[in-house]
């Protein structure tokens, strides 16, 4: 069965700061990894979705990678701001599944 | 647009009282989801339709039923929910049923008094 782990649970920073967001899972055998924003409250909404086959995917001040083999998958935020302020989840797709595992996010406060 | 809305936004409901929550899509997806969330916890997968096929996860309680009366609309029936089904409910839309990008609705916060 997939695990997908996210650690710290928490985290604060001030604003500008670099956010780095850890996420592992436990098999290796995915279809793609997706990084989801959830602000509190509310739904979620996709960020950005790596594919199996790709090492990182990048969207403004948005970069994830993704290190199939070893179960890894980072999200960076560059130049934090207030606005950044969510709980970010990860969620891999299991190859010959339609599932997606969530990890249980890390919740962002950005301090202006 | 919202592209996947469900409402009501916040629900409230007796013990024991059947509710029923509403999702819809306008991406014309094949595909729609229910999960469960609990405070601080990771969504959890309830049942999934692919177009009319209905997959239920094993461990989702009889007491949770859905319907899709056609491709737009989703419903999820807690027949006599109990305390512990308070919790966040989220539908999702996807094309496909693998290697695709989820969309979500905005969620129904549900309480059980």
């Known amino acids: 069965k997939q695990e997908v782990t996210q650690i710290p649970a928490a985290l604060s920073v001030p604003e500008g700061e670099n956010l780095v967001l850890n996420c592992s899972f436990t098999d290796s055998a995915i279809y793609n990894l997706q990084w989801f924003r959830q602000d509190p409250g509310k739904g979620l909404t996709s960020l950005l979705l790596i594919q199996s086959s790709q090492r990182e995917q990048t969207s403004g001040r948005l970069n994830a990678s993704l290190d199939k083999s070893s179960g890894r998958s980072t999200l960076y935020i560059a130049a934090s701001q207030p606005g950044d302020s969510a709980t970010y989840l990860c969620?891999?797709?299991?190859?010959?599944?339609?599932?997606?595992?969530f990890g249980a996010g890390t919740t962002v406060t950005v301090r202006a | 647009d919202a592209m996947v809305i469900q409402n009501p936004r916040y629900q409230v409901t007796q013990f024991g009282k059947p509710v029923t929550l509403s999702c819809s899509q306008t991406?014309?997806?094949?595909?729609m989801y229910w999960y469960q969330q609990k405070s601080s916890q990771a969504p959890k997968l309830l049942f999934h339709y692919y177009d009319k096929d209905f997959n239920n996860e094993a461990d989702t309680p009889d007491n949770f039923q859905s319907r899709r009366p056609n491709t737009s609309f989703c419903f999820l029936d807690i027949r006599s929910p109990g305390l512990g089904d308070a919790a966040m409910y989220l539908c999702?839309?996807?094309?496909?049923?693998?290697?695709?990008?989820?969309?979500f609705g905005s969620g129904t916060q549900l309480s059980v008094l």
């Open positions: 991406l014309n997806h094949n595909v």
């Open positions: 999702a839309t996807s094309r496909g049923q693998s290697n695709e990008k989820l969309f």
């Open positions: 969620a891999v797709n299991q190859a010959n599944d339609y599932k997606l595992s």
